[in-house]
């Protein structure tokens, strides 16, 4: 099953006319990013934490660019991050090359920022069911939809591969001289990866927004019970349906695949007394919520 539509090539639609103005429709985005406590998609489980930042427009500084996080323990790089954070949201799209001396080559990124599942390209890409297409040296394709966001290249143009070790938006990126295969992760890292046409090291990921889980619902920050009872209260609806009402998936209905998404990213958070963001304890924590309403989780990799 591939993860997006597949498109004969025609004319291609002209988004980069429309990238800024397709993180404010919706429920692509959250609220500013200026710590990881405001982050909302978190990706895998541990004690450390990273983000990694993707700005469509690294060229202009006045455009907004989205954050996710992600939790391990180990060891971890840039690439393990990226890589984990595309095939954890059904929205973000990855073409890769092959991984050289400087290791992972990011040849495109792509946004499906209507959240209508038909991210497409006009070169006839194909994505798998994690998001990801494989490519040579490429430049120059375009996503078919005008309100997704997506940027390619790398004679013309290249996504610059930013990073900092502790909060950029206080400290400041610097430049990676390596890729993000041989960056190793430590706790409070940062990821910035910003596309110019320029080729200007100095470009770097600004005006962080949260890309919001698609589990999370009521869209308080974590995905947990009370996403839960959202999806219960909304199951079988087929009209009117909105994320809001339990549809994760994006397919116009409530049903079991949206139940399998909120599982996946099953992850509450609790603010303690210094508003410091906590993960709490959840041992065995999905599970025991959908058994106690007596629900039967059916496993849907992917809408």
Not at 133 to 158: C, K, N, Q
Request: with cysteine; net charge negative.
């Amino acid at each position: 099953m591939i993860r997006s539509l597949r498109v004969h090539r025609g004319t291609a639609v002209a988004c980069a006319l429309a990238l800024a103005a397709g993180l404010s429709g919706g429920h692509a985005v959250e609220g500013a990013v200026a710590s990881l406590d405001d982050i909302q998609f978190w990706v895998g489980s541990g004690s450390l934490r990273a983000a990694v930042v993707i700005d469509w427009l690294g060229d202009d500084g006045s455009d907004q660019s989205l954050a996710w996080g992600f939790r391990w323990d180990g060891a971890a790089t840039g690439g393990t991050m990226l890589q984990a954070v595309v095939a954890a949201d059904p929205r973000l799209y990855a073409k890769l090359g092959g991984v050289g001396t400087l290791g992972l080559a990011v040849r495109g990124l792509g946004y499906d920022a209507n959240d209508d599942a038909q991210f497409a390209l006009d070169d006839n890409s194909w994505f798998d069911e994690q998001g990801f297409a494989v490519s040579g040296p490429a430049d120059g394709a375009m996503a078919l939809d005008g309100a997704d966001l997506y940027r390619e290249g790398w004679f013309t143009g290249v996504w610059n591969y930013g990073v900092a070790n502790a909060n950029p938006w206080t400290g400041g990126w610097t430049y990676s001289p390596a890729g993000a295969t041989h960056r190793p992760l430590v706790d409070g890292a940062w990821d910035s990866w910003a596309f110019t046409p320029t080729f200007r090291q100095s470009a770097f990921a600004a005006n962080a927004v949260a890309a919001v889980n698609l589990a999370d619902f009521n869209s308080d920050g974590s995905v947990d019970g009370a996403d839960l009872l959202v999806w219960q209260r909304g199951l079988g609806l087929s009209q009117g349906v909105l994320r809001a009402t339990g549809d994760a998936s994006g397919d116009g209905l409530v049903d079991g695949a949206d139940l399998s998404l909120w599982s996946a990213h099953f992850s509450p958070v609790a603010a303690d007394a210094t508003g410091a963001s906590q993960t709490l304890p959840e041992p065995n924590g999905a599970e025991a919520l959908i058994g106690s309403l007596g629900l039967f989780l059916v496993i849907v990799r992917r809408r």
